[in-house]
């Protein structure tokens, strides 16, 4: 059974940073593109970032372009989104993502797997 896990959400300050992490168990994320998505209360799911199964390819959501990274660590099969100069719009529940394809994708119809979530509030 394929399980995804996000870590390190929390609450953070406007302006702040945080590092979410995500880990398989079941199966390697390592050659399969993966995605994070949020959804914030009350709206609908959205993309924010996604990296390719060989970590070649990335694509962010306008909304925090610059400001977000995503990248993977073949060595610990882990996929990180890194959340800098935080702002009270990216309070959501952050999921990541897995597809069974290493052709990453903005659509989250075509992700195969998901986490349960995991929360980040940004205050002031």
């Known amino acids: 059974q394929v399980q995804l896990v996000e870590s390190g959400g929390g609450l953070v300050q406007t302006g702040g940073s945080v590092r979410l992490s995500c880990a398989a168990s079941?199966?390697?994320?390592?050659?399969?593109?993966v995605g994070w998505f949020r959804q914030a209360p009350g709206k609908e799911r959205e993309f924010v970032a996604t990296?390719?199964?060989?970590?070649?390819?990335?694509h962010y959501a306008d909304s925090v372009k610059g400001r977000f990274t995503i990248s993977r660590d073949a060595g610990k099969n882990t996929v990180s989104l890194d959340m800098n100069s935080l702002k009270s719009e990216d309070t959501a529940v952050y999921y990541c993502?897995?597809?069974?394809?290493?052709?990453?994708?903005?659509?989250?119809?075509?992700?195969?797997?998901w986490g349960q979530g995991t929360q980040v509030t940004v205050s002031s």
């Open positions: 079941g199966r390697t994320l390592n050659g399969y593109a």
């Open positions: 993502a897995s597809r069974t394809s290493w052709i990453s994708s903005v659509h989250l119809g075509t992700y195969d797997y």
């Open positions: 990296v390719s199964g060989d970590g070649g390819t990335v």
